[in-house]
């Protein structure tokens, strides 16, 4: 099972920009990587996902043209960049592991196997 540690999450204002940052216990170079989001009251929902290489990337509507999806496969880490960031982004982020490098269902959770704690993100208007 692969460990994954979110960081980054915090308070911040509208309009602002925050990194969360996904590290992960061993070398996931060929592990489809996603972020996902959960606010209170509503189900968890797909943000962004990135393929092993990095050469493929996926984002929800909401987000596309705000946030950007990277990897450092050297650091086993992946990222995300939230810029221009609303009251309705806020959630617990998570990240998670799927153990192939290109997925053909990038937004289901279920092909997830690995799951971070989540980190809080908190948007004030």
């Known amino acids: 099972q692969v460990q994954l540690v979110e960081s980054g999450g915090g308070l911040v204002r509208a309009g602002d920009s925050l990194r969360l940052a996904c590290a992960a216990s061993e070398r996931t170079f060929n592990y489809f990587m996603g972020w996902f989001r959960q606010a209170p009251g509503k189900e968890r929902e797909f943000v962004a996902g990135?393929?092993?290489?990095?050469?493929?990337?996926y984002y929800a509507d909401s987000v596309k043209g705000r946030f950007t999806i990277s990897r450092d496969n050297a650091k086993n880490t992946v990222y995300l960049q939230m810029n221009s960031l609303k009251p309705e982004d806020t959630a617990v982020y998570y990240c998670?592991?799927?153990?192939?490098?290109?997925?053909?269902?990038?937004?289901?959770?279920?092909?997830?196997?690995?799951w971070g704690q989540g980190t809080q993100v908190t948007v004030s208007s």
């Open positions: 998670a592991a799927d153990r192939v490098s290109f997925s053909l269902r990038p937004r289901d959770p279920a092909r997830y196997e690995d």
């Open positions: 990135i393929s092993g290489s990095g050469g493929y990337t």
